[in-house]
């Protein structure tokens, strides 16, 4: 960055541009319009990046990103108890839920299993999972992890857990775009995924 560059103005390019998908250009139209804006608004973005961090936590159930443990998912008495939807991330409970299509519980593994990156099933939330099988209650688990190679290894790595032990094991139907991040896909397009959902 030009030396000639406030610091405060600095520091908040190079906090920006740290973002992902934000490259130096972008962080300096951001930062430039962050000086701008007024001090309520500015004070509000800053209030707002700091509550993410100090007032959400981790539900112990599910994994999910919550205000309360458990979340409201979990604590809910409208949710069917009997299933569970195992999903790579946070944002893949939201593309689930924006279908409107779906009335049981969630587990969010944070991440797929990947030798490649080593990552191993021990690094992500599925001995818990186990856990919460073993707990009992539970009769089916939709594994709705991405289509790609990580996903469909930590699929029938899961699968592979829990053969035998009568819980139904179903796998998103295909239309999911090959390769495409269920948080990016469109409703209609998870609700069909949800419905055509198959035994592995
Ligand atoms: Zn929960």
């Not at 934000?22 to 300096?28: C, E, H, L, R």
């Not at 930590?154 to 053969?163: C, D, G, N, R, S």
């Amino acid at each position: 960055l030009p030396t000639a560059l406030a610091r405060p103005l600095a520091r908040l390019i190079d906090e920006l541009s740290k973002l992902p998908g934000v490259g130096p250009k972008t962080a300096q139209r951001l930062a430039y319009h962050i000086l701008r804006t007024s001090s309520s608004d500015a004070e509000a973005l800053a209030a707002a990046v700091r509550s993410v961090k100090t007032d959400l936590r981790y539900c112990s159930t599910c994994f999910n990103i919550a205000e309360t443990d458990p979340c409201a998912i979990c604590a809910s008495d409208e949710r069917d108890k009997r299933i569970v939807c195992v999903v790579e991330e946070p944002l893949d409970v939201l593309a689930i839920e924006r279908t409107g299509q779906y009335g049981g519980l969630y587990h969010v593994l944070h991440g797929a299993i990947s030798p490649v990156n080593g990552v191993r099933p021990d690094d992500l939330k599925i001995p818990q999972l186990s856990q919460r099988l073993k707990q009992g209650g539970i009769e089916e688990l939709i594994l709705a992890t991405n289509p790609n190679l990580e996903g469909d290894a930590t699929a029938m790595y899961i699968a592979q857990l829990t053969a035998g032990n009568g819980v139904r094991v179903t796998r998103l139907a295909r239309g999911l775009p090959m390769g495409g991040d269920l948080e990016w896909a469109d409703e209609v397009t998870v609700s069909r995924a949800l419905e055509g959902r198959r035994g592995l």
